[in-house]
């Protein structure tokens, strides 16, 4: 087992590399933004304060109810001290462990496509019209105490060696911004790391305002399970068109308030 010196190394770098993230990225925005009908400065400003604020709710949500943050150190090894990480080498361990957690993403993404009351909460992240690095930020509080508890109940389940599951954060970070990014990136660089990872167009279909695009697409790092899942859209054969929910369109749904009670305004809304 790793000491937890060394978890709590992983969990810090984990948390710069997305802050980094987050900071180039908005610099590339604002240098080469993927449309010329990019939004202003203020505009952009008010958007990424917006969606920064909702994510700091579902931090301190995400310690009020669960007591840490998934990667904390102090429970990691507790939860994971037997299991997946007693019969396979380090080796083993990390690449089963990062491929495992992130085919289970997937699939709870997929349920919270399709489960009514889970759809409400996540619909807060489709809601955004102008998706850019921030949007990577854009998740209700509830639903990211349902990620935080999700992860914990793998480690729990499996026995998934904590430090692999730390040094999947530590990968996903950069992926994750890097998907949502407003930025226009080579076709040729697109088509080939898109067999890798989920790349800013592939991603730009899943937050499509039509429906069978916003179904499909739902890798959170890895493209490989949307092609043997069939929920795979390549993004040559997509509209792209405007993203975004045409029913939260206005902006009392923008607001970091309005998104707080988003799943329950939500409720009795035809959303497509």
Not at 51 to 79: E, K, R
Not at 174 to 189: D, E, G, T
Not at 210 to 216: C, K, M
Not at 249 to 266: E, V
Request: contains cysteine.
């Amino acid at each position: 087992m790793i000491p937890a010196e060394a978890l709590t190394t992983l969990e810090r770098a984990a948390t710069w590399s997305a802050a980094l993230s987050v900071f180039v990225l908005l610099v590339l925005e604002a240098a080469i933004p993927r449309t010329a009908e990019a939004p202003s400065g203020n505009e952009k400003i008010r958007h990424a304060t917006r969606n920064a604020l909702l994510w700091a709710c579902g931090v301190v949500l995400g310690w009020i109810l669960i007591g840490s943050m998934p990667g904390s150190a102090h429970w990691w090894p507790a939860v994971s001290a037997h299991g997946l990480g007693l019969w396979l080498p380090l080796s083993a361990q990390l690449v089963v462990a990062v491929l495992v957690i992130d085919l289970t993403e997937y699939l709870r993404h997929r349920v919270f496509h399709f489960v009514r009351p889970l759809w409400l909460v996540h619909i807060v992240h489709h809601s955004d019209q102008e998706v850019d690095v921030t949007t990577g930020l854009r998740f209700h509080p509830l639903e990211m105490v349902f990620i935080y508890s999700f992860q914990l109940a793998l480690l729990v389940v499996l026995g998934l060696p904590a430090w692999a599951v730390a040094v999947r954060g530590l990968l996903q970070a950069p992926i994750s911004a890097l998907q949502h990014a407003a930025i226009p990136l080579p076709a040729r660089l697109e088509a080939v790391a898109g067999w890798f990872i989920v790349t800013p167009a592939m991603h730009r279909v899943h937050h499509s305002r039509l429906l069978p695009e916003t179904d499909s697409n739902y890798g959170e790092m890895f493209s490989c399970w949307d092609r043997l899942f069939g929920t795979y859209t390549p993004p040559l054969q997509a509209s792209g068109g405007a993203m975004g929910l045409h029913a939260l369109t206005a902006d009392s749904w923008q607001t970091t308030r309005g998104m707080l009670i988003t799943p329950i305004r939500a409720r009795s809304i035809a959303l497509f």
